[in-house]
C-alpha cells in the first residue's frame, strides 16, 4: 500500500496582487514520482518552496507524517525529512564531491559551533558516504565538485540532499541542461530512489515527464488545470490546449 508522506491541502501563495499558487492540493507517496508540469510562470518553483519552507503560504496547510508542519521554518522540515534541490545548481565547487555531502550532512545534525572539525565527525561521514552511494557518485569522492560534468554536479546536488536522510525529495528541474545520456542516468537514479521515497518533480522535459512519473499535477496561472497518471493527463483535451499542444 503506499503511504502518503506529504500532503499539502488548499495552498495559496500572493505577491502583493499576483496570486502566484492559488488554492493548490497535492499529496506526495512513498514510491511514487510525483510530477508537477505547467507553463513558464505557473507557481511550481512557488510551489516547492511554499512545501520546503522558504516560504510561507497565504492560505493552506501542509502535513508530513501526520504532523502540522505549516509553520515549521526550513531547517526543521529538513531535520524531519524533508529534502529540496533547487532549479540552478547549488554546490560548494572548491570542495571536493564527499565534502560537500559531508558539510550537508553535518548542517542538517550538528550545530556549525560545534568543536568537533567536521573531517572527525564519523556520523557526517557516514551519511556523505551513503548519500554518495545512492546517488552513483561513490568513485566520484575525491573529485572537486566545480570540475564534475553538468549532469554530474545535478547528480551530487541529489546526494547532498540524500546526506540529510530525507523521506520526501522536492526536485525543481533537475534535468535541466542535460544531454540525453545524462537524462538517462538521472531518471534511472529517481527510479532506484523511488521505492525509499516519495518524489516530486518540477520538470520542463516532458519525455522524462511521462517516463518516470507515476502521477501528474498540471499547473497554469497557480492554478491545477488536471491531476492524473501520465495516460490521463496526455489523453486530457484541457490539458492538450492549455499546455502540451493540440499535435502531441
Ligand atoms: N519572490 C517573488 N516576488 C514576486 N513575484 C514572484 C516571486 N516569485 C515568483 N513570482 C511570480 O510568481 C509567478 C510564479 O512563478 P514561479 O517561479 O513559481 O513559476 P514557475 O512555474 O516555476 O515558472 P518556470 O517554469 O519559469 O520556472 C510568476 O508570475 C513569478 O513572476
New binding site residues.
Given amino acids: 500500500m503506499t503511504q502518503t508522506l506529504l500532503s499539502a491541502q488548499h495552498i495559496t501563495r500572493r ?2 496582487g ?1 496570486t ?1 499558487i492559488d488554492n493548490v492540493s497535492l499529496e506526495l507517496k512513498r514510491g511514487a514520482v510525483h510530477a508537477v508540469i ?10 516547492v518552496s511554499v512545501l520546503s519552507g522558504e516560504l510561507a503560504p497565504n492560505e493552506g496547510t501542509i502535513h508530513m507524517n501526520q504532523q502540522n508542519i505549516t509553520d515549521w521554518p526550513q531547517p526543521r522540515r529538513a531535520r524531519a525529512g524533508l529534502g529540496r534541490s533547487y ?1 540552478r545548481t547549488t554546490i560548494f565547487p572548491s570542495l571536493t564531491v564527499h565534502e560537500n555531502c559531508r558539510l550537508t550532512a553535518q548542517a542538517n545534525h550538528q550545530h556549525f559551533w560545534s568543536w568537533t572539525p567536521t573531517s572527525r565527525c564519523l556520523k557526517s561521514n557516514e551519511a556523505a558516504d551513503r548519500a554518495l552511494e545512492l546517488a552513483g557518485l561513490s568513485g566520484f569522492g575525491d573529485q572537486i565538485a566545480g570540475l564534475l560534468s553538468h549532469g554530474g554536479k545535478r547528480q551530487l546536488e541529489i546526494a547532498m540532499s540524500l546526506s540529510t536522510h530525507p523521506s520526501v525529495l522536492l526536485l525543481d ?1 533537475p534535468l535541466a541542461g542535460m544531454g540525453s545520456e545524462e537524462t538517462d542516468r538521472m531518471l534511472n537514479l529517481l527510479a532506484s530512489l523511488k521505492s525509499e521515497h516519495a518524489i516530486l518533480l ?1 520538470e ?1 522535459d516532458m519525455d522524462a515527464v511521462f517516463r518516470i512519473s507515476d502521477e501528474i499535477t498540471v ?1 497554469v496561472n ?1 492554478a491545477v488545470i488536471a491531476h492524473g497518471d501520465p495516460a490521463s493527463i496526455k489523453a486530457n483535451p484541457l490539458v492538450q490546449t492549455a499546455y502540451l499542444g493540440d499535435d502531441e
Fill in positions: 505577491f502583493g499576483l502566484a505547467g507553463t513558464n510562470g505557473a507557481g511550481k518553483s512557488t510551489l532549479q528541474e518540477v520542463h499547473m497557480g
